[in-house]
């Protein structure tokens, strides 16, 4: 039941980061994205690949369905899904992947949580907007777009990671 119920909000949030995407674009200095923490929020028992598969999926679908450069939201979510078991190994410890808990920002700490949210989003960010400018946008306009983008889309994200990883058991530490 647990996977049915992430599946309907994981494709819930993707329509939402589409109609964001495609509808409230409200200045070219700022790209609010949650696919990262999409990513992050998959349970451990998903494998590498698999979860390589699904942001390889989640980025076709919201490349389709956006007016913008084909492929650009791939190149950017799969590096994160590729590195979202090391991220939680950093931030988290190495005893989240030994026990095999579900990563829970209540039960592991909403602070711990931010920073790992911020580190995927920065990955993403840092990806899109680079292959997104290209060599046409000045230094300081990607490093706003940056630093807004990344605070902006982070705030965003910590409620979201709350919706995607419930609190199933007490919190330890």
């Not at 599946?7 to 990262?36: D, G, H, M, R």
């Not at 190495?94 to 829970?104: F, H, I, M, Q, T």
């Not at 711990?112 to 060599?135: E, H, P, Q, R, V």
């Not at 630093?147 to 409620?159: N, V």
């Amino acid at each position: 039941m647990r996977h049915w119920n992430l599946s309907v909000k994981y494709l819930l949030l993707l329509a939402a980061q589409v109609l964001v995407w495609n509808y409230f674009n409200f200045t070219p200095l700022l790209t609010v994205t949650i696919l990262p923490v999409m990513i992050l929020c998959l349970p451990l028992g998903c494998s590498v690949s698999m979860s390589l598969v699904i942001a390889f999926a989640s980025g076709f679908a919201a490349d389709f369905l956006v007016a913008g450069p084909t492929g650009l939201t791939i190149l950017a979510l799969v590096p994160v899904a590729f590195l979202r078991r090391p991220l939680l190994s950093m931030v988290f410890g190495s005893e989240l992947l030994a026990r095999g808990d579900e990563v829970s920002s209540r039960r592991l700490g909403r602070t711990k949580m931010l920073i790992a949210i911020t580190l995927s989003t920065a990955l993403f960010l840092l990806i899109y907007i680079t292959a997104d400018s290209a060599g046409t946008s000045p230094l300081w306009a990607m490093a706003v777009k940056f630093a807004a983008s990344l605070a902006l889309s982070s705030a965003i994200s910590l409620p979201i990671a709350d919706l995607l990883c419930p609190d199933t058991e007490a919190r330890w530490r």
